[in-house]
Protein backbone atom coordinates (compact mmCIF):
# COMPACT_ATOMS: atom_id res chain seq x y z
CA UNK A 1 0.00 0.00 0.00
CA UNK A 2 1.73 3.43 -1.32
CA UNK A 3 0.50 5.98 0.87
CA UNK A 4 3.06 8.67 -0.67
CA UNK A 5 2.52 8.46 -4.66
CA UNK A 6 5.58 11.36 -6.29
CA UNK A 7 5.78 12.59 -9.68
CA UNK A 8 7.06 12.91 -12.19
CA UNK A 9 9.17 9.83 -11.96
CA UNK A 10 11.96 11.65 -14.18
CA UNK A 11 12.42 15.09 -14.77
CA UNK A 12 14.49 17.22 -17.76
CA UNK A 13 14.81 20.79 -17.23
CA UNK A 14 17.17 23.47 -18.97
CA UNK A 15 19.74 25.52 -16.78
CA UNK A 16 17.42 28.55 -15.09
CA UNK A 17 14.04 26.72 -15.41
CA UNK A 18 12.23 26.14 -12.47
CA UNK A 19 12.16 22.05 -11.33
CA UNK A 20 8.22 21.17 -9.86
CA UNK A 21 7.82 17.92 -8.40
CA UNK A 22 4.76 16.58 -6.70
CA UNK A 23 3.47 14.34 -4.06
CA UNK A 24 0.30 13.26 -2.71
CA UNK A 25 -0.39 11.58 0.60
CA UNK A 26 -3.34 9.25 2.30
CA UNK A 27 -3.46 9.67 5.91
CA UNK A 28 -4.29 12.79 7.35
CA UNK A 29 -2.66 11.79 10.78
CA UNK A 30 0.50 12.85 8.44
CA UNK A 31 2.26 15.99 10.34
CA UNK A 32 5.69 16.36 8.49
CA UNK A 33 6.68 16.65 4.87
CA UNK A 34 10.60 16.60 4.44
CA UNK A 35 12.28 16.19 1.09
CA UNK A 36 15.33 14.27 0.87
CA UNK A 37 17.86 14.83 -1.75
CA UNK A 38 20.46 12.19 -3.15
CA UNK A 39 23.34 12.50 -5.55
CA UNK A 40 24.47 9.17 -7.60
CA UNK A 41 26.37 6.53 -5.48
CA UNK A 42 25.56 8.80 -2.17
CA UNK A 43 23.00 8.44 0.86
CA UNK A 44 19.87 10.78 0.81
CA UNK A 45 20.25 13.82 2.17
CA UNK A 46 17.76 15.82 3.79
CA UNK A 47 16.99 18.80 1.90
CA UNK A 48 14.15 21.06 3.39
CA UNK A 49 11.01 19.76 5.40
CA UNK A 50 7.45 21.49 6.34
CA UNK A 51 4.82 20.84 8.61
CA UNK A 52 1.35 21.66 8.05
CA UNK A 53 0.56 24.65 9.99
CA UNK A 54 2.35 26.25 7.24
CA UNK A 55 1.40 26.69 3.23
CA UNK A 56 5.13 27.31 1.95
CA UNK A 57 8.49 27.20 3.39
CA UNK A 58 11.50 28.63 1.53
CA UNK A 59 14.97 27.67 1.91
CA UNK A 60 17.06 29.49 -0.54
CA UNK A 61 15.81 28.15 -4.02
CA UNK A 62 14.20 25.40 -2.68
CA UNK A 63 10.53 25.96 -1.68
CA UNK A 64 8.20 23.84 -0.50
CA UNK A 65 4.19 24.26 -1.41
CA UNK A 66 1.57 22.35 0.91
CA UNK A 67 -2.32 22.08 0.40
CA UNK A 68 -3.38 20.45 3.58
CA UNK A 69 -6.89 20.24 1.78
CA UNK A 70 -5.82 18.53 -1.54
CA UNK A 71 -3.05 16.14 1.26
CA UNK A 72 -0.79 17.28 -1.58
CA UNK A 73 3.21 19.03 -1.07
CA UNK A 74 5.24 19.87 -3.87
CA UNK A 75 9.10 21.15 -4.31
CA UNK A 76 9.87 24.27 -6.25
CA UNK A 77 13.83 24.52 -7.72
CA UNK A 78 13.94 28.11 -8.70
CA UNK A 79 17.03 29.39 -11.21
CA UNK A 80 17.78 25.03 -11.12
CA UNK A 81 21.02 24.51 -12.05
CA UNK A 82 23.41 21.70 -13.25
CA UNK A 83 24.12 20.61 -9.61
CA UNK A 84 20.76 20.05 -8.28
CA UNK A 85 20.82 16.82 -10.89
CA UNK A 86 19.81 14.41 -8.34
CA UNK A 87 16.83 12.06 -6.98
CA UNK A 88 14.65 13.85 -5.16
CA UNK A 89 12.28 11.92 -2.93
CA UNK A 90 9.32 13.29 -0.77
CA UNK A 91 8.46 11.37 2.24
CA UNK A 92 5.86 11.61 5.46
CA UNK A 93 5.16 10.95 8.83
CA UNK A 94 3.53 11.34 12.03
CA UNK A 95 6.68 12.90 13.72
CA UNK A 96 4.83 15.01 16.26
CA UNK A 97 2.40 14.20 19.07
CA UNK A 98 2.17 11.13 21.52
CA UNK A 99 2.25 8.53 18.49
CA UNK A 100 5.30 8.74 15.74
CA UNK A 101 5.08 6.62 12.98
CA UNK A 102 8.11 5.70 10.57
CA UNK A 103 8.54 8.26 7.11
CA UNK A 104 7.38 6.61 4.18
CA UNK A 105 8.68 7.53 1.15
CA UNK A 106 7.89 8.35 -2.38
CA UNK A 107 9.18 6.56 -5.35
CA UNK A 108 11.77 9.26 -6.24
CA UNK A 109 11.91 11.63 -9.00
CA UNK A 110 15.52 11.77 -11.20
CA UNK A 111 16.29 15.20 -12.03
CA UNK A 112 17.95 16.05 -15.02
CA UNK A 113 19.23 19.98 -15.41
CA UNK A 114 20.89 20.23 -18.69
CA UNK A 115 23.58 23.18 -19.11
CA UNK B 1 32.66 12.73 13.31
CA UNK B 2 32.30 10.19 10.57
CA UNK B 3 28.80 10.24 10.76
CA UNK B 4 27.10 6.84 9.64
CA UNK B 5 29.59 4.12 8.28
CA UNK B 6 28.97 1.28 6.36
CA UNK B 7 30.69 -1.53 5.41
CA UNK B 8 31.19 -3.21 2.43
CA UNK B 9 30.34 -0.89 0.03
CA UNK B 10 30.38 -3.91 -2.45
CA UNK B 11 29.32 -7.29 -2.20
CA UNK B 12 28.56 -10.01 -4.72
CA UNK B 13 27.31 -13.12 -3.16
CA UNK B 14 25.91 -16.59 -4.61
CA UNK B 15 22.49 -17.74 -4.04
CA UNK B 16 21.82 -19.02 -0.24
CA UNK B 17 24.91 -17.23 0.91
CA UNK B 18 24.69 -15.24 4.09
CA UNK B 19 26.05 -12.06 4.85
CA UNK B 20 26.20 -9.45 7.49
CA UNK B 21 26.01 -5.87 6.63
CA UNK B 22 27.53 -3.29 8.79
CA UNK B 23 26.38 -0.46 10.27
CA UNK B 24 28.05 1.94 12.86
CA UNK B 25 26.96 5.34 14.07
CA UNK B 26 28.88 8.01 16.27
CA UNK B 27 26.17 10.62 16.86
CA UNK B 28 25.05 9.33 19.90
CA UNK B 29 21.37 8.58 18.04
CA UNK B 30 18.82 6.64 19.92
CA UNK B 31 17.20 5.49 16.32
CA UNK B 32 19.04 3.57 13.72
CA UNK B 33 16.76 2.19 10.46
CA UNK B 34 17.79 0.13 7.57
CA UNK B 35 16.06 0.70 3.78
CA UNK B 36 16.66 -1.32 0.54
CA UNK B 37 16.54 0.71 -2.26
CA UNK B 38 15.15 -0.21 -5.97
CA UNK B 39 14.71 1.25 -9.44
CA UNK B 40 11.22 2.90 -9.42
CA UNK B 41 10.33 1.51 -5.48
CA UNK B 42 11.94 4.51 -3.85
CA UNK B 43 13.42 3.87 -0.38
CA UNK B 44 11.25 1.05 1.52
CA UNK B 45 12.17 0.48 5.75
CA UNK B 46 13.55 -3.16 6.49
CA UNK B 47 13.44 -3.07 10.17
CA UNK B 48 14.37 0.21 12.68
CA UNK B 49 15.73 0.34 16.43
CA UNK B 50 14.46 3.24 18.67
CA UNK B 51 17.40 1.95 21.32
CA UNK B 52 19.56 -0.52 22.68
CA UNK B 53 18.14 -3.79 22.50
CA UNK B 54 14.67 -2.86 20.49
CA UNK B 55 14.11 -3.65 17.16
CA UNK B 56 11.08 -3.80 14.76
CA UNK B 57 10.32 -5.19 11.36
CA UNK B 58 9.60 -2.22 8.87
CA UNK B 59 7.59 -3.03 5.40
CA UNK B 60 10.07 -5.48 3.97
CA UNK B 61 11.71 -7.56 6.57
CA UNK B 62 11.14 -11.12 5.26
CA UNK B 63 15.04 -12.29 4.62
CA UNK B 64 16.47 -10.60 7.02
CA UNK B 65 17.45 -10.11 10.49
CA UNK B 66 18.48 -7.43 13.17
CA UNK B 67 19.86 -6.86 16.76
CA UNK B 68 20.70 -3.67 18.40
CA UNK B 69 23.32 -4.86 21.16
CA UNK B 70 24.90 -1.20 21.66
CA UNK B 71 23.39 2.29 20.72
CA UNK B 72 26.42 2.71 17.79
CA UNK B 73 26.32 -0.73 16.16
CA UNK B 74 22.96 -1.95 14.18
CA UNK B 75 24.31 -5.07 11.65
CA UNK B 76 21.96 -6.54 9.25
CA UNK B 77 21.52 -10.13 8.62
CA UNK B 78 20.87 -11.52 5.29
CA UNK B 79 20.48 -15.58 6.46
CA UNK B 80 20.11 -16.98 2.79
CA UNK B 81 20.36 -14.95 0.18
CA UNK B 82 18.19 -14.87 -2.79
CA UNK B 83 18.09 -12.88 -6.41
CA UNK B 84 15.54 -10.65 -4.88
CA UNK B 85 18.04 -8.82 -2.32
CA UNK B 86 20.19 -7.33 -5.31
CA UNK B 87 19.54 -3.54 -3.83
CA UNK B 88 21.36 -1.02 -2.56
CA UNK B 89 20.91 -0.83 1.72
CA UNK B 90 21.35 2.24 2.83
CA UNK B 91 21.64 2.62 7.10
CA UNK B 92 20.34 5.60 8.28
CA UNK B 93 20.45 6.92 12.39
CA UNK B 94 18.19 9.98 13.69
CA UNK B 95 16.78 11.68 17.01
CA UNK B 96 13.17 10.97 16.29
CA UNK B 97 11.61 7.93 15.27
CA UNK B 98 10.52 10.25 11.86
CA UNK B 99 13.01 12.96 12.11
CA UNK B 100 16.26 13.97 9.87
CA UNK B 101 17.55 10.30 8.45
CA UNK B 102 21.06 10.53 8.29
CA UNK B 103 22.11 8.28 6.29
CA UNK B 104 25.24 5.93 5.30
CA UNK B 105 26.82 5.78 1.81
CA UNK B 106 25.25 2.65 1.64
CA UNK B 107 25.96 -1.23 0.02
CA UNK B 108 25.26 -2.41 -3.26
CA UNK B 109 24.75 -5.81 -3.07
CA UNK B 110 24.57 -8.22 -5.87
CA UNK B 111 23.35 -12.08 -5.38
CA UNK B 112 23.56 -13.95 -8.41
Known amino acids: QQQVKQSPQSLIVQKGGISIINCAYE??????FPWYQQFPGKGPALLIAIRPDVSEKKEGRFTISFNKSAKQFSLHIMDSQPGDSATYFC??????????????FGKGTKLSVKP | NAGVTQTPKFQVLKTGQSMTLQCAQD?????MSWYRQDPGMGLRLIHYSVGAGITDQGEVPNGYNVSRSTTEDFPLRLLSAAPSQTSVYFC???????????FGPGTRLTVL
Open chain 1, 91 to 104: AASRNYGGSQGNLI
Open chain 2, 27 to 31: MNHEY
Open chain 1, 27 to 32: NTAFDY
Open chain 2, 92 to 102: ASSTRLAGEQF
